[in-house]
């Protein structure tokens, strides 16, 4: 392994590839920051090209490409509350609320290092275990698979506020909206109103942008204020921002765990690796009450989960052929087209581009942070925008991003529609995240209870794995419980 990474490296510090995999991070970041532009919809658009460089040119290009983006989208998600793609989704409910308190800088700073440092880590997970992780996958059938997406849904208690009725309430609500549109196992429309345009489902960036972008600005709007609701930017932020991420090393660390762990799992880490690490943060720090109102360990936990999940989706990827993603289906079929062969064929033979893949990861995730600290300082005034300014700006853009759905007018109708409901969510005090996460994870839940069904009849709730993953799922439901039990009966005991 380590002579393979060796020619790796040899091969990747040519002056050629590093351009290929600077203009590729560059090009990441700018999409990732651009609602819309980025992801599989920039990486379809460069695929062509891309196929026709020399396989270490491809390589270091699509990996800058690929692995970045969520570094670059943590700008609109912490700046004016609008996710630039699924990884970011989570940073905007402490993220936003730190930006509004003046606290933009730190925020962003905060999550630029850790995301470097995740991806990072990511990609040693991805190194020390290639020799190791085949076993591991393989044992995961879709028993498993369904019980760690209800793992998923038992967090959102824990993401709701002191509600976590009403948040498990907003997940099933989220459960219910996936299942709109024809049903890929029986080819059953459901849900369709008669009209053709749900037949597809409803897009996850409409669900994304109706429940945080359009609400946040409506009441941005009404206030007719600034995002931010001091009047300095302050000076020390940037610093602190870096300080915050070794400060909270361990939370990095498990964050970061959590991340390559669910990359790995085929399907899963694309949309929720991010969610994972901000329920496992809320669920076993200390000091919680603070999460959701801008505290910068609900930016460090999603922001390191998200990036270190790419080591994870490539592990899969490449040792096996099992693209977890959009973003890595379309890889695969980059790589196979200039000549590569994932899988064990690739483990085998070709072990110098894995390792090459390896090291390409972690320049990326250096570059890209460096890219975004540069940028930092002057993106932070957008905090200061009057609202007549920055409104109409972000509904546009808001816009754009929900017609890229499906390039229907109606994505407008069904955004305005959808962000309705988002607002009168966020008037009321009803738990928006749950709702995303419900739906992100919806789809799983069914796809994996129909295939352990079909395959095992009922026998698979008795498989060791599943009643492990049960017992966590127990465990953390109650666990919120007992802790708002104690906390209640703490005064009592003092009296």
């Given at each position: ?22 203009l ?10 651009l ?22 040119n ?15 989208n ?56 290639i ?11 879709s ?25 498990l309430?907003?997940a ?27 037949w ?90 603070n ?18 999940k ?31 062969n ?21 320049l ?75 739906f ?29 993953l ?16 104690r ?9």
């Open positions: 392994m380590f002579e393979a990474l060796f020619q790796g490296l040899t091969a990747l510090a040519q002056p050629i590839p590093i351009g290929w995999l600077v590729g991070v560059v090009l990441g970041v700018w999409g990732g920051a609602p819309g532009v980025g992801g599989p919809a920039q990486l379809a658009v460069l695929l062509p090209f891309a196929m026709l460089m020399e396989p270490v491809a390589i270091a290009f699509l990996i800058g490409v690929t692995t970045v983006g969520n570094t670059g943590t700008f609109t998600s912490v700046l004016v509350a609008v996710p630039g793609g699924s990884g970011a989704q989570a940073t905007v409910l402490d993220g936003y609320p730190m930006a509004r308190n003046g606290e933009a800088r730190r925020a962003l700073s905060a999550a630029f290092m850790v995301s470097m440092l995740g991806g990072i880590i990511g990609a040693l997970i991805l190194f020390g275990s020799p190791v992780m085949k076993a591991i996958v393989r044992s995961f059938g028993p498993e698979l369904f019980m760690f997406t209800i793992w998923g849904l038992s967090m959102i208690g824990t993401m709701s506020a002191g509600a976590p009725l009403k948040g309430s907003a099933v609500l989220g459960v219910l909206l996936s299942t709109v549109g024809q049903d890929i196992k029986s080819g059953v429309i459901r849900f369709d109103v008669d009209h053709p345009y749900l597809d489902g409803i897009s996850v960036v409409l669900i994304s942008l109706s429940i945080f972008a359009i609400p946040e600005m409506i009441a941005l709007a009404a206030r007719k204020g600034r995002v931010a609701e001091v009047s300095e930017l302050g000076t020390t932020g940037l610093w602190e921002g870096i300080k915050d991420a070794f400060r909270h090393k361990w939370l990095v660390l498990r964050s970061a765990a959590i991340g390559t762990w669910v990359g790995i799992l085929p399907g899963l880490g694309s949309d929720v690796a991010d969610w994972f690490a901000y329920a496992s943060a809320k669920q076993t720090e200390r000091n919680t009450e999460f959701g109102k801008g505290d910068v360990r609900g930016v460090i936990a999603p922001e390191s989960s998200n990036n270190a790419e080591g994870g989706a490539l592990l899969t990827t490449l040792a096996f052929g099992i693209p977890g993603s959009t973003s890595m289906a379309l890889l695969l079929i980059a790589f196979v087209g200039v000549g590569l994932p899988g064990p064929e690739m483990l085998e033979g070709e072990l110098h581009y894995i390792m090459m893949i390896v090291v390409a990861l972690v990326s995730q250096i570059l890209a942070s460096g890219i975004c600290w540069a940028m930092v300082k002057p993106a932070a005034y957008v905090c200061f925008f009057p609202f007549y300014i920055l409104v109409p700006l972000i509904v546009g853009l808001t816009f754009l991003s929900a017609f890229a759905a499906h390039f229907s007018i109606i994505d407008i109708f069904a955004l305005l529609i959808l962000s309705l409901f988002g607002y009168l969510m966020k008037v009321t005090g009803w738990p928006r995240a749950p709702i995303v996460l419900g992100v994870l919806g789809q799983k839940v069914e796809l994996y209870l129909w295939l352990s069904v079909a395959r095992y009849d009922m026998d698979w709730i008795w498989r060791p794995g599943v009643m492990i049960g017992a966590l799922v127990a465990f953390t439901l109650l666990w919120p419980v007992w802790k708002a039990r906390a209640a009966l703490a005064p009592q005991a003092a009296e």
